[in-house]
């Protein structure tokens, strides 16, 4: 029973333009929401998070919007760059030793 | 300066073998964690320790034993192996509050042939 969930498995956009990564969850008692980058051959990194108190965490490029009615969170970048080309995870928690990671989402940014 | 190190990178050993993976944090963290990386992409944890004390056991076969001499170091050791243990493993260290984020290693290829 997978908690943590990311539909889209990749997602192409150019150079510039806004990417919107999308994550549902099912567990209504995760209280804080991560979103992790990863390159290949490299462990992931956190990029953004955001507690259940709040909708919406901003960080330069990156903002994380929460909706909790909908169980749903979503990560904008824009600018997108090139070098956000990476595979992101968004992940949940509800207690401090566990997170519970979605399959991923293969980002693409092209010239 | 690695925060969280993991060795080594890549393992490829035949079935029935017993293997370990090694895992140093030096951030001082309490808490570390094994994940691990199927075909499928997904990362599940497997284990999380907090200062040496075992806190989560993710139903994984008993032939998975992480051990943790110190609080910065946790150590995988994987017995028997079997061709479904391929994978990449992550080990992971956070501080021990709720909504700190976890510090990856770079991973653990484990190939069983």
């Known amino acids: 029973d997978q908690q943590v969930k990311q539909n889209s498995p990749s997602l192409s956009v150019q150079e510039g333009r806004i990417s919107i990564l999308n994550c549902d969850y099912t567990n209504s008692m995760f209280d804080y929401f991560l979103w992790y980058k990863k390159y290949p051959a490299e462990g992931p990194t956190f990029l953004i998070s955001?507690?259940?108190?709040?909708d919406k965490n901003e960080d330069g490029r990156f903002t994380v919007f929460l909706n909790k009615s909908a169980k749903h969170l979503s990560l904008h970048i824009v600018p997108s760059q090139p070098g956000d080309s990476a595979v992101y995870f968004c992940a949940a928690s509800r207690e401090p030793d566990k997170l519970i990671f979605g399959t991923g989402t293969r980002l693409q940014v092209f010239p | 300066d690695t925060a969280v190190s993991q060795t080594p990178k890549y393992l490829v050993t035949q079935m029935g073998n017993d293997k370990s993976i090694k895992c140093e944090q030096n951030?001082?963290?309490?808490?570390m964690y094994w994940y691990k990386q199927d075909s499928k992409k997904f990362l599940k944890i497997m284990f999380s320790?907090?200062?040496?004390?075992?806190?989560i056991n993710e139903t994984v076969p008993n032939r998975f034993s992480p051990k943790s001499p110190d609080k910065a170091h946790l150590n995988l050791h994987i017995n028997s192996l079997e061709l479904g243990d391929s994978a990449v493993y992550f080990c992971?260290?956070?501080?021990?509050?709720?909504?700190?984020?976890?510090?990856f290693g770079q991973g653990t290829r484990l190939t069983v042939v």
């Open positions: 992971a260290s956070s501080p021990t509050r709720q909504g700190s984020e976890a510090f």
């Open positions: 951030l001082g963290h309490d808490t």
């Open positions: 955001i507690s259940s108190i709040k």
């Open positions: 320790y907090n200062n040496k004390e075992l806190i």
